[in-house]
Nanobody, 120 residues
Framework: VQLVESGGGLVQPGGSLRLSCAASRSIFSINAMGWYRQAPGKQRELVAGITSGGTTNYADSVKGRLTISRDNAKNTVYLQMDSLKPEDTAVYYC???????????????WGQGTQVTVSS
């Protein structure tokens, strides 16, 4: 199972970015999808998650600024990032909780990470 991320980059404070993550069609089923981030010297943390039914949850630090969504038909999850702050600078990782094939255990799959830098 491959997760292909795109959309990172350099943006000024107050700016916007949109991250995308597409899971390969070989995955059998997807439960939840989400985005994590890891800043230098810090632990990886959950930014936002979304279930197959569309229920979302966010880290307190991003509520009202970041929006997660998904397209189940395309096995794709998005993260719309608005009003970005320097403290949002990190490597962002896509996460999928799902099954590779019938009878396989539900497990986590990770993208390769995409750098987001918020700086003037």
């Amino acid at each position: 199972v491959q997760l292909v991320e795109s959309g990172g980059g350099l943006v000024q404070p107050g700016g916007s970015l949109r991250l995308s993550c597409a899971a390969s069609r070989s995955i059998f089923s997807i439960n939840a999808m989400g985005w994590y981030r890891q800043a230098p010297g810090k632990q990886r943390e959950l930014v936002a998650g979304i279930t197959s039914g569309g229920t979302t949850n966010y880290a307190d630090s991003v509520k009202g600024r970041l929006t997660i969504s998904r397209d189940n038909a395309k096995n794709t999850v998005y993260l719309q990032m608005d009003s970005l702050k320097p403290e949002d600078t990190a490597v962002y990782y896509c996460n999928v909780l799902g099954k590779r094939a019938p009878g396989w255990p539900t497990q986590d799959y990770w993208g390769q990470g995409t750098q987001v830098t918020v700086s003037s």
